[in-house]
């Protein structure tokens, strides 16, 4: 046997039910998102030498440096981010064949 109880459901909590709805709905799709965007984001070059690098750029920008000053140190950094079998002074001493 069923009973009945009144009216049906209050006001509130159809309020309550719809707010708890996009509560989760939103979390969800946010979550997705985080996750998306997180996992096809590029890895950013950090260390030294980018950070070298951009300001090289500026300081060439701003005009402190000419092109070939610019040209020498931007070879400079690029070298240092390479392993290097000998050092540059040892590599001009060696006797050429």
């Known amino acids: 046997m069923m009973w009945y ?7 509130w909590s159809w309020l309550l039910g719809l707010s708890v ?3 989760f709905w939103g979390i969800v799709v946010w979550a ?9 984001q590029r890895p950013e070059r950090s260390g030294p030498p ?10 060439l920008a701003r005009g402190e440096i000419d092109a ?4 020498r140190l931007r070879d400079l950094i690029a070298e240092e981010g390479r392993p290097a079998p000998q050092s540059r002074q040892a590599a001009e001493a060696a ?3």
């Open 5 to 11: 109880w009144g009216g049906g459901v209050h006001w």
């Open 32 to 40: 997705v998102w985080y996750l998306v965007s997180s996992l096809l």
């Open 95 to 97: 006797p050429k064949r």
């Open 21 to 23: 709805m996009v509560l």
């Open 50 to 59: 980018s950070d070298a690098k951009r300001i090289l750029d500026e300081r």
């Open 68 to 71: 070939g000053e610019y040209e």
